[in-house]
Structure formats: structure tokens, C-alpha cells
């Protein structure tokens, strides 16, 4: 059974910095596609970004040039990196895979997540 773990959520400073790493367990590892999600309080939940089997990326424009995935497979990890952190970032934030598509991960069905980890940007 596929599992995905998230942690590295913390509080941080308007201005700050975090990486975000996400776990890949249970299943055969291989490049398919994964989607970084956030949901804040009383918002419904929000798409921060992708990656597919070549490592190319989207982003959301909300995130846009303040955000970077990547993947380590030897570790079967993928990151997301986040700077230039705002408050409007707090959000509880969480990976999703889909192991069954590898590319054109903006069509994914994301059915596998994990439990999420928080961020919080205090201003």
C-alpha cells in the first residue's frame, strides 16, 4: 500500500524560509506523479504545485517563484521548498500521488495523501 509521509511543517517569520519533505513508502517507487496541496482554515484546499517523471514542474501562481519541488529518489523523497514566506502560506500542507500517471500531473488523480504538516507564517 502506497504511503506518504510529510514533515519539516514548523513556525516560522514573514520572510522565512522551509523545506517540506514528503516520504514515499509501501510501493514500488517509481517517478509518477506528485502534487503538493494546501488546505488553510475555513479555505478549501488549494494546489501548490507538481512534479512528473522527467522532474518538471508547475506551480501555482500564488506560489510562483517562491517555491521549488524536486525529488531525491535514491530516498524516495520529494521536497518542497518554500521562501519569501507570507502569512497568507499558513496552511496545514500535504503530498499526493498518483502511481499510476507519470507525466501531464495537472490530470492526476491524486487518490494517495498523507497526513499533512503544518506551516504557520506569523507576520
Known amino acids: 500500500q502506497l504511503r506518504l509521509e510529510e514533515s519539516g511543517g514548523d513556525s516560522v517569520q514573514a520572510g522565512g524560509s522551509l523545506r517540506l519533505s514528503c516520504v514515499v513508502s509501501g510501493y514500488s517507487y517509481s517517478r509518477f506523479c506528485v502534487g503538493w496541496f494546501r488546505q488553510s482554515q475555513g479555505k478549501e484546499r488549494e494546489g501548490v504545485g507538481t512534479i512528473d517523471s522527467d522532474d518538471r514542474t508547475t506551480y501555482a501562481d500564488s506560489v510562483k517563484g517562491r517555491a521549488t519541488i524536486s525529488r531525491n529518489n535514491a530516498q524516495k523523497t520529494l521536497y518542497l521548498e518554500m521562501n519569501s514566506l507570507k502569512p497568507e502560506d499558513t496552511a496545514m500542507y500535504y503530498c499526493?500521488?498518483?502511481?499510476?500517471?507519470?507525466?501531464?500531473?495537472?490530470?492526476?488523480?491524486?487518490?494517495?495523501w498523507g497526513q499533512g504538516t503544518q506551516v504557520t507564517v506569523s507576520s
Open positions: 499526493a500521488a498518483d502511481p499510476y500517471r507519470h507525466y501531464a500531473c495537472s490530470g492526476a488523480d491524486f487518490g494517495h
